[in-house]
């Protein structure tokens, strides 16, 4: 059974900070992995797609990278601000089967 | 696309009432997915459908839980004779390929809390 993990659950850090959100998998056959932004009581909106056979993706300052063999997935943010501020979750598909996710990382960006 | 819409956004009920949310996709999407997702937890995946066929579902849908897509385009879900743990925001997206790894686009979410 796949189970997704994100460390950390939590993170604060002041505006202008590069940070990265950790994502592992224990099943490396996946299909792609995706990384969500959810702000409180509200829907998910998708940030990045990353495919099995691709490296990363970059979309803005976010950059994901995906080491299938390894299990594990990395969110990059670069120059944070505070409209950063949100749960980032990651999910992975086996491609005929639901997206699992994680339990998200809480992220705050102080002015 | 007008993306995904979801129909309450908030609902509060009692315990043993019937409650249904009704979930929008976007325009020609052909799959359509319901998840759960309780505080501090991610989305739990409960179902799905490829157009009108519900193709496949969680053991979290207990026979309380019902959803249908008619005709392949909104979909609705019920839950009867709530309990205090159904109380969660439910989630619906909708995908346009066949594959179930495509990119998945959320909507607003229903929260529902039961008395």
């Known amino acids: 059974k796949q189970e997704v993990t994100q460390i950390p659950a939590a993170l604060s850090v002041p505006e202008g900070e590069n940070l990265v959100l950790n994502c592992s998998f224990t099943?490396?056959?996946?299909?792609?992995l995706q990384w969500f932004r959810q702000d409180p009581g509200k829907g998910l909106t998708s940030l990045l797609l990353?495919?099995?056979?691709?490296r990363e993706q970059t979309s803005g300052r976010l950059n994901a990278s995906l080491d299938k063999s390894s299990g594990r997935s990395t969110l990059y943010i670069a120059a944070s601000q505070p409209g950063d501020s949100a749960t980032y979750l990651c999910?992975?598909?086996?491609?005929?089967?639901?997206?699992?996710f994680g339990k998200g990382t809480r992220l705050s960006v102080i002015a | 696309d007008t993306g995904v819409s979801q129909d309450p956004r908030h609902k509060i009920t009692k315990r043993g009432q019937n409650v249904t949310f009704r979930c929008d996709p976007i325009s020609e999407h052909n799959r359509l997915y319901w998840y759960r997702q309780t505080l501090g937890q991610g989305p739990e995946f409960l179902t799905y459908f490829q157009n009108e066929a519900q193709l496949e579902k969680s053991r979290l849908l207990s026979d309380r839980f019902s959803a249908e897509r008619p005709k392949g385009s909104f979909s609705t879900l019920e839950i009867q004779r709530t309990e205090q743990g159904d109380s969660a925001m439910y989630l619906c997206?909708?995908?346009?390929?066949?594959?179930?790894?495509?990119?998945?686009?959320f909507g607003p979410g229903t929260r529902l809390t039961v008395l």
């Open positions: 990353i495919q099995s056979s691709q």
């Open positions: 997206a909708s995908s346009r390929l066949a594959g179930m790894g495509d990119t998945q686009y």
């Open positions: 999910a992975v598909s086996g491609g005929n089967t639901p997206l699992v």
């Open positions: 099943d490396s056959a996946i299909y792609n």
